[in-house]
């Protein structure tokens, strides 16, 4: 009865755990896509020289952030300005990441704008490693407390 007690608790656990793990590594692929589609925005403006809500239409076809992209594109076709659109498309983006580009600022000029597409960018790859070290802390951490609650458990049922 106590080895099936013990089992309970360590798969309990474990699927706690896993659970954990792969919530936190979509939010880390997503922040990392994100972040790559700034990157992707940005340079279609600066060097190709395409309307943004042309490459905001072609970023919903985005795996992780184009959920987000596509609801932008749908404001945009709405007939709201750009800024109402970005910030609507993204108002349900969770975390500080979510925050830093629904404050993205699109008025001034293409340089204005380039200036605050690279800061955007630069804030979510900066984010994208704390995160990801944060992470990988956490399964470390997570890792010794499993081995020492199996261990707990071995002198308890010996």
Do not use: H
């Not at 992209?69 to 709201?80: A, E, I, P």
């Not at 830093?100 to 000029?109: K, T």
């Amino acid at each position: 009865m106590k080895l099936l007690g013990a089992l309970c608790i360590l798969s309990g656990g474990a699927g706690g755990f896993l659970a954990f793990l792969a919530s936190a590594r979509r939010e880390l692929r997503l922040l990392w896509d994100l972040s790559q589609a700034v990157g992707l925005l940005q340079s279609g403006v600066r060097w190709k020289k395409i309307p943004v809500p042309r490459i905001v239409d072609d970023l919903s076809a985005r795996e992780m952030s184009g959920v987000y992209f596509r609801r932008v594109t749908d404001g945009l076709k709405s007939n709201l300005p750009l800024q109402c659109a970005w910030e609507k498309g993204f108002e349900d983006l969770p975390g500080e990441y979510g925050a830093a580009i629904r404050a993205m600022e699109w008025g001034g000029d293409e340089k204005q704008v380039l200036g605050a597409l690279e800061y955007l960018r630069l804030t979510l790859c900066a984010q994208y490693e704390r995160r990801r070290e944060e992470l990988r802390r956490k399964g470390r951490l997570s890792a010794a407390a499993a081995l020492c609650l199996a261990g707990v458990l071995v002198v308890i049922l010996a």
